[in-house]
């Protein structure tokens, strides 16, 4: 097992494809597609590619910690209490366990991620 990952920003492979949960739909009808690469420290650390299309979400952390790098497109968040941040293609952000908050999906985005439970 190599402790080296390269994670591909245009996997060959299907995704897995999705949709918001309904209670966390806000507005358009979102699609969403994730290529998970990695897996580590038991099902505890995850990695890859996600893409989605346009709309609006809650976005709920719970006790999950959530690294994002902006591969392209443009997508606000705006935290619970909170004023509206703009990511686009080359921005990275943390979402910390507790993040509670608005995604709002402006331009079909796509992004590596980290997540950590």
């Known amino acids: 097992m190599s402790l080296l990952k390269t994670i591909d920003t245009n996997p060959s492979f299907p995704p897995r494809e999705s949709g918001p949960l309904p209670e966390r739909l806000i507005s358009g009808n979102p699609s969403f597609k994730t290529w998970a690469q990695d897996v580590a420290r038991g099902e505890m650390i995850h990695t890859g590619v996600w ?5 609006e979400t809650r976005s709920i ?11 392209s497109g443009v997508v606000e968040l705006t935290p619970e209490g909170g004023e ?12 910390k366990p ?8 402006i331009e079909k985005v ?5 997540t950590v439970m």
């Not at 507790?98 to 999906?105: E, M, Y």
């Open 110 to 114: 796509r992004k590596i991620y980290v």
């Open 51 to 55: 893409e989605a299309t346009s709309g």
């Open 84 to 95: 509206p941040v703009v990511y686009k293609s080359g921005d990275n952000f943390v979402m």
């Open 98 to 105: 507790g993040f509670v908050g608005v995604w709002k999906t």
């Open 61 to 71: 952390k719970g006790e999950t910690f959530e690294f994002c790098h902006i591969l």
